[in-house]
């Protein structure tokens, strides 16, 4: 009897699999750069009298 089972190793690879799509998917698609965000960029407020 190992110290880690088959399916804690299997596991592993099954997240780290999945989340690496994940992030590719996010990164490929421009949420992160504001193209298609969610939310909007931010703009300062106009100074009066100026």
Same mark, same amino acid.
């Not at 190992?2 to 299997?10: I, P, Q, Y």
């Not at 997240?15 to 490929?28: D, P, Y």
């Given at each position: 009897?190992?110290?880690?089972? *088959?399916d804690?190793?299997?596991?592993? *690879?099954?997240?780290? $699999?999945? @989340? ?5 998917? #996010? ?8 193209? @298609?965000?969610? #939310?909007? $960029? $931010?703009? *300062? *407020? ?5």
């Amino acid at each position: 009897m190992g110290l880690f089972k *088959a399916d804690l190793f299997r596991s592993f *690879a099954i997240g780290f $699999a999945l @989340g690496g799509i994940i992030l590719s998917l #996010v990164l490929g698609c421009g949420l992160l750069t504001g193209e @298609g965000s969610v #939310v909007p $960029a $931010a703009t *300062a *407020a106009p100074v009066p009298g100026k």
